[in-house]
């Protein structure tokens, strides 16, 4: 008896400790809740990618870096927790697609949010074709990939990019070069590509213009190339700055573009918190109702399990989107269902005639094996959906999983301890009409 009663001031010791941060977190904002672009506001681009070059092998690693070279490239302007990730579209109508979505919360100028983007530079080294004219350097290539074989290196491979200043001779001023260094997986291709293709003409691409196109006169090993074009000072500065931002790896055009206010933000945010305090109302008004005694203490028992996940909240961090808040929403009514068939059995052990503390550990025993089985059932939805959908279903199921985790835990340790704290082994007939449920009429 001693033992659940010093656990439930543990509880109740929980409870405002996580209740207080929460809030002072929040007011003080050294922690604030992070939204979702939906409910922030901001800009949303989606891009599909160019893979006529990339073979098919080497499409998942360059959908990667590609991926990491924009999420690099958006958070060297200061973007407050930009979303980059990638989808495959038009499965279904089979014409499968590799896109990338990039969510800016806080950036509502489209054309801002797409130069983030645009201005990240496409690198490619390509051999030129037997029999191919030598192109000009400063110009595009009509059919690339008909005078030049496919890219082997690419802006994933780039690991850093400098500037040098090649020594000139006699009255010649001293030449801008871009020096690139490769990682070591770009390193030990471009030792093969220039090993083996000593004399052919080795062209660099940038954005699709030739800027260099040397001749391999001998093997070039230690993970290093240099661009020597036609470029001014200033002009090398720039795209020295503009690789070191991160070259993508493949050229990506823009196809859906989606700008959301934050005026509509902030009215999903109310509705949301408005939708979740009606919502907990009902459950707690039904709860204390019909299950009276342990009603309340489901009742202490869901705050909180709802201060542990806006907590968690805070904690993980995850990111809040409408979706994410209707899984919330939803979570809170399952996080009384472990109750309500622990009450039920409760119920039904006391109207057999056992003692209440009895009643009560039988009750949770008999309950159990149901608890389990449905929240197992319903965590590995929460897990189908965010494994298989998209940005907005994953809100929804990340929030939905945790809550399903928190409540079963909240339902069997906290409503648990709670009850054995307040029974006692010798209860009257008072004490009993309180563990007692439904209406006086429904009863027997």
């Not at 130069?115 to 390509?126: D, N, S, Y």
């Not at 700008?259 to 408005?274: H, P």
């Not at 203490?297 to 705050?303: D, H």
């Amino acid at each position: 008896m001693l033992k659940q009663r010093l656990a439930a001031i543990l509880i109740f010791a929980l409870g405002a400790a996580l209740g207080w941060f929460v809030y002072a977190s929040e007011v003080d904002g050294w922690r604030p809740f992070r939204l979702g672009l939906d409910l922030s506001g901001g800009t949303q681009l989606i891009y599909r990618a160019d893979l006529s070059a990339i073979p098919t092998a080497d499409v998942q690693e360059s959908m990667r870096a590609l991926r990491e070279v924009i999420e690099r490239r958006v958070n060297l302007f200061g973007v407050a927790e930009p979303l980059v990730q990638t989808e495959r579209g038009g499965f279904f109508a089979g014409d499968v697609e590799e896109r990338l979505i990039v969510e800016l919360p806080g950036v509502t100028d489209t054309n801002e949010a797409i130069a983030l983007i645009g201005q990240t530079p496409v690198l490619e080294f390509r051999m030129l074709r037997e029999g191919a004219p030598h192109p000009a350097e400063g110009r595009p290539v009509e059919d690339v990939n008909e005078h030049f074989e496919s890219a082997t290196i690419t802006g994933r491979h780039l690991e850093r990019a400098s500037l040098q200043f090649e020594q000139g001779v006699g009255t010649i001023p001293n030449m801008p070069i871009v020096v690139l260094n490769f990682n070591r997986e770009g390193g030990d291709l471009f030792a093969d590509l220039t090993r083996e293709n000593v004399g052919r003409v080795f062209g660099i691409f940038l954005d699709g213009i030739v800027i260099s196109a040397p001749v391999i006169r001998e093997p070039i090993p230690g993970g290093s190339a240099v661009i020597s074009g036609n470029f001014t000072a200033e002009g090398a500065r720039e795209l020295v700055r503009n690789l070191n931002y991160g070259a993508l790896p493949l050229p990506i055009e823009l196809i859906s573009t989606q700008t959301i206010g934050s005026t509509l933000g902030e009215e999903a945010v109310a509705r949301g918190v408005s939708a979740s305090l009606w919502g907990i109302a009902l459950v707690a008004l039904f709860m204390l109702l019909w299950y009276r005694l342990p009603g309340a203490v489901a009742i202490g028992a869901l705050a909180l399990y709802i201060l542990i996940m806006l907590a968690l909240f805070k904690f993980v961090p995850v990111t809040l989107t409408a979706a994410g808040i209707a899984g919330f929403i939803l979570s809170v009514g399952m996080a009384v269902d472990a109750n309500v068939l622990i009450f039920e059995r409760m119920r039904e052990e006391l109207r057999a005639g056992k003692m209440l503390r009895e009643a009560i550990r039988d009750g949770f025993a008999r309950a159990w094996l149901a608890i389990r089985d449905a929240n197992i059932s319903s965590f590995v939805t929460a897990i189908i959906l965010f494994w298989f959908g998209t940005s907005l279903i994953e809100g929804f199921a990340l929030v939905f999983g945790i809550g399903v985790l928190v409540s079963m835990l909240s339902a069997i340790l906290v409503s648990r301890t709670l009850l054995l704290a307040l029974s006692t082994e010798s209860a009257g007939g008072v004490v009993r009409a309180l563990f007692d449920s439904g209406l006086p009429e429904h009863r027997a």
